[in-house]
């Protein structure tokens, strides 16, 4: 499975972004996705993962301001971003697995660059 992030850039806080993370060689459907993200000088940290069975769950920083979603038809999940922090600049990146628990991602896309100005 090849990933491909999309959407990241510059924004002021109190923005919006919207990633995309979109999938070749597989279906996304067969697999729980997760977005990461790693700041400037800090460990990468998982932020919010869609099971197979469309559960999900948030890290408390984003609970309430981003949102994940999946589109089957465009083979992409996405991750909506609202109320954008100086602490949410980082790389994010998607990542596939067979279960959100799953300590080791079988797949990962290059990442996007967000920026959050004051």
């Known amino acids: 499975v090849q990933l491909v992030e999309s959407g990241g850039g510059l924004v002021q806080a109190g923005g919006s972004l919207r990633l995309s993370c979109a999938a070749s060689?597989?279906?996304?459907?067969?697999?729980?996705v997760s977005w990461f993200r790693q700041a400037p000088g800090k460990e990468r940290e998982g932020i919010t993962c869609?099971?197979?069975?469309?559960?999900?769950s948030y890290k408390d920083s984003v609970k309430g301001r981003f949102t994940i979603s999946r589109d089957n038809g465009k083979n992409s999940v996405y991750l909506q971003m609202n109320g954008l922090k100086p602490e949410d600049t980082a790389v994010y990146y998607c990542?596939?697995?067979?279960?959100?628990?799953?300590?080791?991602?079988?797949?990962w896309g290059k990442g996007t660059l967000v920026a959050v100005s004051s």
């Open positions: 869609i099971s197979l069975s469309d559960s999900i």
């Open positions: 990542a596939t697995s067979q279960y959100c628990s799953q300590g080791d991602m079988d797949y």
């Open positions: 060689g597989d279906k996304l459907e067969y697999f729980a």
